[in-house]
């Protein structure tokens, strides 16, 4: 068995918004290389301004976020697009532009980090491999399915092949069927390409068909963390 | 390379936004030409009235005739004091009243002609000095101060006329420095208008630009571009009206003479030219300050 080296490490992370909510009280996580992990919970339970957390779209009023040995609670402004790099992130509203095609969208990503334009090829249409997508390259979004905008959501998200992919509530706006979809390709870029995933969802049957590790929040912290767990409790 | 990658989609997406918001981006070009009209008429202008100014002031020429049998003590006085004040330009003209009696004696016939024109004709025989000012603007004191000394009887210079002429084109010079800031507030907000818009327009780009990782640098650089662009498309007319009216308006005149051969007027090359690049220049660093607010304003990294 490979050896699991932490990836992501949380330290008595607080999180106070300006208007006085308290969203994360006191939190502490370890998160592996290679893992997968459902992140779930209610509505104020906290999993969004987690989530928003590690992609640094928020900052922690306390405690310390570490992702890959830096503390992004302490990266300036200015240099959060460094830790983006290194990330892919899934949105629940796919978050495409219905003016370019799938394959202008994902190679969007790499066009804004200024990448050469062959190396956007190459690693577009691979992306799009990935999730199946290939033959629709051409397509723009509005003629896909929800399940298939998402597909090239995660395609733009892993395109730059970042070693931390997180999804926030992916799945939420699909029927089950296209859920499962999508979280089987997530699955297939964890186990393929070793992508550590991460993905705040309040899907029970995903969750419970699975199988992976499952972080459950409540009120801001962490009720229960179980290996290969289950969505089955009705507090939660 | 990558850099210049960088900059290349900048001005893609800043030419894009430019012809998405074309009619905002319009009313924003056809402000700067008209702010940049005025301030290439502005500096048509001011360009030839500082030329031609300096060209009258070197020519003012102030005449003193000390009074009639002064002798040559007071005359030395005279010319000691003169060269004291400050300014006086040393290289005054004297001239000898019994030196131009004997030339004129001689000359029958042109005394005959002169004489008639000089209203007192014995100030022919008094001592006079052609004495040139460095600054025009004091020419009244220094005339006063001149006439105030014992020896001299009288001072005579264009009164009045030079300094009315200098202080109206000095006037001229401030109003159109006044218009020429006003309109330049004007087109800024116009311009922070313009690219708030296509900020608002971009917001999701923008959104997911930030997501997958664009610095800050890429996610401006079209705005400010689009603001060069502006500025560069605003400054086109004034520029074409700088080099073709100009150059036709001085080929019409005689020889460059406006009104009189008094007045002449800047040759248009490389004059034109000239005009035209700090149009250029100002019309571009507008457009910048404008969107650069923008940017600041509304587009939150």
Not at chain 2, 51 to 61: C, G, M, Q
């Amino acid at each position: 068995m490979k050896k699991l080296v932490e990836l992501i490490t949380l330290k008595g992370v607080h999180k106070k918004y300006k208007n006085g909510v308290t969203a994360i009280y006191d939190l502490d996580l370890k998160i592996k290389k290679g893992e997968f992990v459902f992140i779930i919970g209610g509505s104020g339970s906290g999993k969004s301004t987690l989530i928003k957390m590690l992609y640094r779209e928020e900052r922690p009023t306390m405690g310390e976020i570490i992702i890959g040995g830096k503390n992004v609670a302490k990266l300036r402004n200015s240099k959060v697009y460094k830790l983006r790099r290194r990330l892919g992130i899934v949105f629940q509203d796919y978050r495409l532009l219905p003016k370019l095609t799938v394959y202008e969208n994902v190679a969007f990503a790499l066009e804004a980090i200024g990448e050469k334009s062959s190396d956007i090829r190459i690693k577009t249409l691979k992306a799009l491999e990935l999730v199946g997508l290939k033959g629709k390259a051409r397509n723009y979004p509005d003629e896909l399915s929800g399940g298939e905008q998402q597909r090239v959501a995660i395609a733009r998200a892993i395109v730059n092949n970042p070693k931390l992919l997180i999804c926030d509530e992916p799945t939420g706006n699909l029927d089950p069927l296209m859920s499962e979809e999508i979280v089987n390709v997530l699955d297939d870029i964890n186990k393929t390409m070793g992508t550590t995933v991460i993905m705040a969802t309040h899907d029970r049957d995903i969750v419970n068909k699975f199988k992976k590790r499952v972080v459950a929040l409540k009120a801001g912290r962490v009720m229960e963390d179980y290996e290969e767990g289950k969505y089955d409790n009705e507090a939660i | 390379m990558k850099l210049f990658r960088m900059i290349k989609c900048g001005i893609r997406d800043a030419f894009k936004s430019v012809y998405r918001n074309f009619s905002l981006s319009i009313a924003s070009i056809s402000c700067i030409s008209i702010t940049l009209l005025i301030v290439a008429i502005a500096l048509v202008m001011s360009f030839n009235v500082k030329n031609f100014s300096k060209e009258i002031e070197s020519d003012v020429t102030m005449v003193v005739f000390l009074n009639l049998g002064v002798t040559s003590e007071e005359i030395s006085d005279f010319e000691a004091t003169l060269s004291s004040m400050e300014n006086v330009l040393p290289d005054w003209e004297v001239k000898n009243p019994e030196e131009r009696k004997e030339m004129l004696l001689e000359e029958d016939e042109f005394w005959n002609s002169v004489g008639s024109l000089i209203d007192n004709e014995e100030e022919i025989f008094h001592y006079s000095y052609m004495i040139k000012v460095e600054d025009i603007n004091r020419i009244n004191e220094t005339a006063t101060e001149i006439e105030n000394l014992p020896v001299v009887q009288v001072v005579n210079y264009g009164e009045g006329m030079v300094e009315q002429m200098v202080s109206t084109f000095d006037l001229v010079e401030k109003v159109a420095f006044v218009v020429v800031i006003i309109l330049i507030i004007v087109t800024v907000f116009l311009i922070v208008n313009t690219i708030k818009l296509t900020i608002f327009s971009r917001r999701r780009e923008i959104s997911i630009m930030r997501v997958v990782g664009a610095s800050n640098w890429t996610i401006k650089n079209p705005f400010i571009i689009e603001g060069f662009i502006i500025g560069l498309l605003g400054s086109i007319l004034p520029v074409i009206v700088t080099i073709y009216g100009y150059t036709a308006f001085y080929n019409t005149l005689d020889d460059g003479h406006l009104f009189s051969s008094f007045i002449q007027l800047l040759s248009p090359q490389p004059f034109v030219y000239f005009v035209s690049l700090v149009v250029i220049v100002i019309g571009v660093i507008v457009g910048m300050i404008g969107s650069g607010r923008a940017v600041r304003k509304y587009l939150k990294i």
